[in-house]
């Protein structure tokens, strides 16, 4: 992705929050005709394999989709993906700024990441990996999925293709209008005062220290 050196978070705590907190991702691959195929799959991030494995450095992505969805055939051959995780994102207005001269834009952190892609064959790896899954969005779920019958866990688990993805790259954007602390104090204001995306995004600033510290007091 087009990332200015201003914009490049290098610390893989942020990536992987981004991953957590956001886990709905667009995987990209190529269909045979050369165009790009995608799919829009929550994900399960982890430091460890499935199988407690070593990992890449980023950690490795767990998930599955519909064995009828078309990209689940080029996910089981062997192959690589793009995967693209989206955070808090809004409008940044030019009005943040003393200077008129000044044109909107957009603010957003993000995390794309270059993926080998690994199948998880046996019907019990599978159900270890609904259960991270689960364990990320619903625990209390997991106690019903044991107690539904064999048969129909068994139908709902041979009705998806599972994977692991090894993170091999990983790059993580946040835009924040870091080199133009100037506007920082506006900008947050106005951020903390608008929708859900965009006062996470005025917490980001907070969390990340965007904003100027009030002189202490002796």
Known sequence: MYLPKQFNNTDPAIARRIMREHPLASIVSVGDDGFPVLS??????????????????????LGHCARANPHAQLLASPSQALVSFMG????????????????????????????????????????????????????????????????????????????????????????LNQHRPEAHVAMHAAYAAGTSSEQALSRW??????????????
């Not at 510290?213 to 002796?218: F, G, M, R, Y």
Request: aromatic share 8%; net charge negative; proline share 8%.
């Open 88 to 175: 808090p994102q809004a409008y940044m207005s030019p009005g943040v700024y003393a200077d008129k001269q000044r044109v909107p834009t957009w603010s957003y952190l993000a995390v794309q990441a270059k993926v080998q892609v690994r199948i998880i064959d046996p019907q019990t790896d599978r159900d270890r990996l609904l259960k991270c899954l689960i364990a990320d969005h619903e625990p209390s779920y997991a106690q019903q999925w044991r107690e539904l019958p064999a048969s129909y866990t068994a139908a709902m688990l041979n009705g998806i293709v599972a994977f692991e993805m090894q993170i091999a790259d990983l790059q993580c954007a946040v835009k």
């Open 205 to 218: 600033m907070e969390e990340l220290g965007l904003l100027p510290q009030a002189p202490t007091k002796v």
């Open 40 to 61: 829009h799959i929550p994900l399960h991030w982890q430091a460890v394999s499935l199988w407690g494995e070593p990992a890449s450095e980023h950690g490795v992505l």
